[in-house]
């Protein structure tokens, strides 16, 4: 079946300007996360959904960074402004439940460029 | 704060066995995971524990002492397929919050 998808793959922007990275999880899975991954890193957790509730946002480095899944479904996390230090490779993962034992499936990445 | 150590790189023989060990501080524990990331590519599942103890699954196996924070990822017969790294990562209090540790990139030689 279909996996995780994201898109688009690589996007280059010039500082300032806003992006939004779109997430398309597997069909059905409750949870959906995003996260950053910079080179030779783990992922660094940003932000959690449960269905199209918002239930952790502690990881988002500060206000220009939004997400959101208002079906329930598709997740958008929005840049505003972007700066060079954005530059990296932003994954989202989903999960089939909610909670605490959760296999996250993790989707091939958004690599994002800051000029 | 939050802190989960692993070796940044491991070397081992074709057909061998490897021990990935990570260690952890965090304000809080709901599970224990470990994936896989080849080069370039997504991280996949490997494993889980929440209680103390072994669980094997084929050529892996993972331990955990959730009083030392410590776990494990045993890797055996390994093959050349298995050269990526591997992540130890946390479920924080909650169960939503997943922190990684930075991997153990490990190379199999032949």
């Known amino acids: 079946g279909a996996g995780v998808s994201q898109s688009p793959r690589y996007k280059v922007t010039k500082r300032g300007q806003d992006v939004a990275l779109r997430c398309d999880p597997i069909?059905?899975?409750?949870?959906l996360y995003w996260y950053r991954q910079a080179l030779g890193q783990g992922p660094e957790f940003l932000t959690y959904?449960?269905?199209?509730?918002?239930?952790?946002k502690s990881g988002l480095p500060n206000d220009r960074f939004s997400a959101e899944r208002p079906e329930g479904s598709i997740s958008t996390l929005t840049i505003q402004r972007t700066e060079q230090r954005d530059s990296a490779m932003y994954r989202c993962?989903?999960?089939?439940?909610?909670?605490?034992?959760?296999?996250?499936?993790f989707g091939p990445g958004t690599r994002l460029t800051v000029l | 704060g939050q802190n989960i150590d692993q070796p940044t790189e491991m070397t081992a023989t074709e057909g061998a066995i490897v021990q990935i060990n990570c260690t952890y501080q965090?304000?809080?524990?709901?599970?224990l995971f470990w994936y896989q990331q080849h080069a370039g590519e997504a991280p996949t599942f490997l494993s889980y524990?929440?209680?103390?103890g072994l669980e094997e699954k084929g050529r892996f196996s993972s331990f955990l002492s959730r009083s030392k924070g410590y776990s494990y990822l045993l890797l055996k017969e390994l093959q050349m397929k298995d050269s990526a790294s591997y992540l130890c990562?946390?479920?924080?209090?909650?169960?939503?919050?997943?922190?990684f540790g930075a991997g153990t990139r490990l190379f199999v030689k032949a």
């Open positions: 069909s059905g899975h409750v949870s």
């Open positions: 959904f449960n269905y199209e509730a918002q239930q952790d």
């Open positions: 524990n929440v209680l103390d």
């Open positions: 993962a989903s999960g089939k439940l909610a909670g605490t034992y959760n296999e996250q499936f």
């Open positions: 965090t304000s809080g524990f709901n599970g």
């Open positions: 990562a946390v479920v924080d209090t909650g169960g939503f919050k997943t922190i």
